[in-house]
């Protein structure tokens, strides 16, 4: 596709349950990221990978959420016992150009999810 | 302390007017700035990228970094009702490290 696509693009579910958010990233994008933003705290980083592996978990706040990348391309987070706390927009990024200093990172529109 | 201050805003400002938006940030290893911006709905895209200190023009976009103060600003000129947007500054460190961002500033530019 011609960017990075997320699904759903809305997700209300009821706490307790679990959900899972697809990004499919653009084609040949080594580098993927998860990052969620909230109303007042910016985007927080949660995960980075490279190709199918997770150098860098360090931003999941907690062993409810996790993530993996299977082909180098499609991720899935997955975040177990929703809690009202994780009601945030869940946005995606791939990037060309892995740990250089001018990566630039290309944005999905993100998953709007609300936990009642 | 957060590593990246920005001032939420909302910043109103009428059509043609110099907008003046800025971050401060704590780690001295930041060596790489970036100004993404975000219209409603959808995800931020990258608008200016400044690495170390100095200033960057493109169009009506300046972006200045003054690793000496730790501050970063953006400057708009002739303002447009197509700018209003959400502002986030970002910074990294070199190597293998993700971006870290401020918290966005929310502009509206009034016809």
């Known amino acids: 596709g011609a960017g990075v696509s997320q699904s759903p693009s809305n997700k209300v579910t009821e706490k307790g349950k679990d959900v899972e958010l697809r990004c499919d990233p653009i084609?040949?994008?080594?580098?993927l990221y998860w990052y969620r933003q909230s109303l007042g705290q910016g985007l927080e980083f949660l995960i980075y990978?490279?190709?199918?592996?997770?150098?860098?978990k360090s931003g999941l706040p907690s062993d409810r959420f996790s993530a993996e990348r299977t082909g180098g391309s499609v991720s899935t987070l997955t975040i177990q016992r929703t809690q009202q706390e994780d009601s945030a927009v869940y946005l995606c990024?791939?990037?060309?150009?892995?740990?250089?200093?001018?990566?630039?990172?290309?944005f999905g529109s993100g998953t709007q999810l609300s936990v009642l | 302390q957060k590593e990246v201050e920005q001032d939420p805003g909302p910043l109103s400002v009428p059509e043609g007017a110099i907008v003046s938006l800025n971050c401060t940030y704590s780690?001295?290893?930041?060596?790489?700035f970036m100004w993404y911006r975000q219209y409603s709905r959808k995800g931020p895209e990258l608008l200016m990228y400044?690495?170390?200190?100095g200033n960057k023009e493109d169009g009506r976009f300046t972006a200045q970094v003054d690793k000496s103060s730790k501050y970063i600003s953006l400057f708009i000129r002739d303002s447009q009702p197509s700018d209003s947007a959400t502002y986030l500054c970002?910074?990294?460190?070199?190597?293998?490290?993700?971006?870290?961002f401020g918290k966005g500033t929310r502009l509206s530019v009034i016809a």
């Open positions: 990024a791939s990037s060309p150009r892995p740990g250089e200093g001018n990566e630039k990172l290309f």
């Open positions: 084609s040949g994008h080594t580098a």
């Open positions: 990978f490279q190709g199918n592996s997770a150098p860098d």
């Open positions: 780690n001295s290893a930041f060596q790489y």
């Open positions: 400044t690495y170390s200190s």
């Open positions: 970002a910074m990294k460190n070199s190597g293998n490290t993700p971006l870290v």
